[in-house]
């Protein structure tokens, strides 16, 4: 069976925390063996809100594939590089901007949203409007049928569907389909035209899918039909012609639980993160200095887990033992803060002992990182210099 393809990209804004790791890095370790999949830097992305401190993308970039690496994104796995270096994204975009009503743009709701966050930055830009456009060529040209995001991205992914659908009504069809494809049906002989007919309004008008398998069937079983009119008959089916881009459905990646020190949500603008190759003595003392139940002053105070961010820490890093112990301790004020915040600490340090022991090698020879995203580039680049073949075709520039 046809191996159903994953990618995603994240925006290079640097170090990346145990907030990243938990909401989306562990989840890419673990598609990585399920799916061949892509994960790149969405570094043009960054720029369509960074376009005026351009000093900080390269570096944010490394810094980022190295967290990747660490995490356990593997490079013999999955095809890992920087979407810049694939120019075959702008050159879709570009196309696929010829299409795309203005409207749609303006309609998707991270538009107005970010651009009433960011009053600090003037997003009145041609390039920011047009982020879900790219959005959707980075998607759209390796053909990924499946793409991990969290809830904010939905809209984007719709708005990808969206422009896919759009994309194949218009380019999809060769002249005169519609008359040819009734030609086609009437070679089928009356029995099976008139029976293909019926299946074909069921399947249009009803969406029912086991109407669109007997037509298959049907077709199938037909003898010396030409492939041409074949394949216009399977085209018909579905309402348009060739899909040459093919709509992609959201993953959606669950909200990461993981919460700051301070309990409110991981961030580095609140400096209340834990980053993933901390050094050792910096993450016990953020952990042992972590707010604890505001009503339990001294020891001798019984305290509320609900109350307490380090309670939120022990819901991801212990088990049910460590639970109850922590429940029981707390309420009873049988344990203390600092006896209560040890599990973590061991279980943050066990987590990151191999990501540091991944790190060091990658920061030891920076030129290994160089070379695995080389290597990703030009992989990634082959699959869409395939797609771009028949986008040129479809379109009517590709001059050959
Ligand atoms: N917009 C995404 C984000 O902010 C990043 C991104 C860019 C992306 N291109 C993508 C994600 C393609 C998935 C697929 O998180
Ligand atoms: Fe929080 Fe643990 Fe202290 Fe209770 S004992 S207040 S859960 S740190």
Redesign the pocket.
Known sequence: MYAERVLSGMRPTGRLHLGHYHGVLANWVKLQHEYPCLFFVADWHALTTAYDEPGTIAQNTWDMVVDWLAAGVDPSQATLFIQSRIPEHAELHLLMSMMTPLGWLERVPTYKDQQEKMTHKDLTTYGFLGYPLLQAADILIYRADRVPVGEDQVPHIEFTREIARRFNHLYGREPGFEDKARESVKKLGSKRAKRYEELRTRYQERGEQAALDQAHVLLNETQNLSLGDKERLFGYLEGGGKMILVEPDALLTEASRMPGLDGQKMSKSYGNAITLREDEESIRKKIRTMQ??PQ?VRRTDP???E??P??QF?LIYSGDDVKSW?QQ??KSAG???L???QPIIDAVLKEQEPMRERARMYEEDPQLVRNIIADGCEKARKLTQETMRDVREAIGVDYS
């Open positions: 604890t139940d339990r305290g509320d887990p109350k307490c380090v309670w022990h922590v301790g707390c344990i203390g803060c006896e209560c915040k």
